[in-house]
């Protein structure tokens, strides 16, 4: 699916977001400190926009990308050439032990089969301290918004994403995938499951995002 919508990720990214896209991506980048000198993985980095916020965040920090769609991955490189990407599985990382400072996701715990076996994969490949940091859209709590919101996702993004993607059926499962998605309490839970500490989300963009961290 990402591969087939990926010349067009972009463009409905900005257009869905109201140009927001990037500031909701520095906001959770923030949140993972890359440090001075360190290394940070994105997973599932897609288009590689949210490896740039961390790069942005932290200009001396190398960056790794892994994703498994190479249309996806093809645009990050062509886009962001300093940046490392790899092909590979977030769910089977072909990297080692203990390698990086922070490791985010953003976009993807949705489309995940087992969010559990995520949360392991990032664990093991932090280093102690690291920062495992992973954004998502979410249904907003406040009720009038909620259902304000839920119109405009619902309905209009479909529409929309059909139209300037030319496959509607991508945004049409968008929406579908966040509604049935587990309820932040219970990320939270897998994140402290695996064996991260400290955990805690924050809600970003009127309640219509939230991040997680954890702490290795
Ligand atoms: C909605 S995009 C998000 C891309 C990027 N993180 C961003 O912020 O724009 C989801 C990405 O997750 C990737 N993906 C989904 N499941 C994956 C998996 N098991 N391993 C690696 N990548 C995966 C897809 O190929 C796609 O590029």
Redesign the pocket.
Known sequence: ???RI?PR??LM?AVMTFGQ?RAM?RAAARLAQPPRDGLAL?????????AAALRAVEPTCRVVG????LE??QRGREKYPVFDFLA????RLPLPDHAFDCAV????LR???DVRA?FAEMYRVLKPGGRAVS?EITTPRAPVWQNIFGVYFDRIVPRLGGWLSGKPEAYRYLPQSVREFLAPAQVVELLRAVGFRDVFLRYLMLGTMVVYVGVK
């Open positions: 699916m990402f591969d990926a990720y972009d990214n896209h991506r994105d997973l599932a980095t897609g288009t590689g926009d949210f892994v994703d498994f769609a996806m991955l590979g599985d977030l769910l996701n953003g976009f993807v489309n995940v089969a995520a954004l």
